[in-house]
């Protein structure tokens, strides 16, 4: 049980381009999902948290009208990067919460952005 | 505020080395998790051991075992007789579920290359 899925595994995509990435849990309901970026030889940095139902949190430095989160359902979180750019290319995994002490990762989505 | 230190960046050993990743935290609040995860070149990130701050107990599970110390806000993480397959990015991390809603705040991780 518990398990988190990311799709897609990566993209390619063109610089200037949107990219949309999902986030579901497969056999649980999550009200909280986490978003979180790692760049190549580093830590894994919290974008934002996302709770069904209502606007995402931002954590500072992280613009939200770059990184659009929504999360309409108990089971599925998106994450679209607008207009993206070579900067943004990075390792995305997200995060759900079935409980406040509990947390278990999607695979990642690795984004190339040429 | 809440921190994560680990400040090993690469670890080298030798096959049937033992091996012990350092983890130092800081956090204000008293109640709070302590993690270990395990990052191999795939990516995905593999959950080994979830720690709350009132249970100071070691736990050893195979080959691996914590060291959880209060009194020096340390969560140590040793690998015994280490093999080829250890061979990954380390994590050791820090919740405060009630304060927090849950967010994780991750160390730098430690590479760790087991060498036959």
């Known amino acids: 049980g518990a398990v988190v899925s990311q799709h897609p595994s990566w993209v390619i995509c063109k610089s200037g381009t949107s990219v949309k990435i999902e986030c579901r849990s497969l056999d649980f309901q999550a009200t909280t999902m986490f978003w979180y970026r790692q760049f190549p030889k580093q830590s894994l940095m919290l974008m934002a948290t996302?709770?069904?139902?209502?606007?995402?949190?931002?954590e500072q430095g992280v613009e939200k009208d770059k990184f659009l989160i929504n999360h309409a359902s108990l089971t599925l979180s998106t994450l679209t990067v607008t207009s993206a750019h070579p900067e943004d290319s990075s390792f995305y995994i997200c995060?759900?919460?079935?409980?406040?002490?509990?947390?278990?990762f999607g695979p990642g989505t690795r984004l190339t952005v040429l | 505020a809440q921190k994560v230190t680990q400040a090993q960046t690469e670890i080298s050993v030798v096959e049937k080395e033992d091996v012990t990743l350092d983890c130092v935290y800081e956090t204000r609040d008293t109640t709070y998790y302590l993690f270990w995860y395990k990052q191999p070149p795939s990516g995905e990130l593999v959950f080994l051991i979830r720690?709350?701050?009132?249970?100071?107990q070691n736990e050893i599970s195979g080959r691996y075992s914590w060291n959880f110390q209060k009194s020096t806000s340390s969560f140590n993480f040793t690998i015994t007789a280490s093999q080829v397959v250890d061979s990954a990015v380390y994590f050791c991390?820090?919740?405060?579920?009630?304060?927090?809603?849950?967010?994780?705040?991750f160390g730098q991780g430690t590479e760790l290359s087991v060498k036959p």
């Open positions: 991390a820090l919740s405060a579920p009630y304060n927090q809603g849950g967010k994780l705040i």
């Open positions: 996302s709770n069904e139902g209502s606007k995402a949190t931002y």
């Open positions: 720690r709350n701050s009132f249970d100071e």
């Open positions: 995060s759900a919460t079935p409980t406040a002490d509990t947390q278990y």
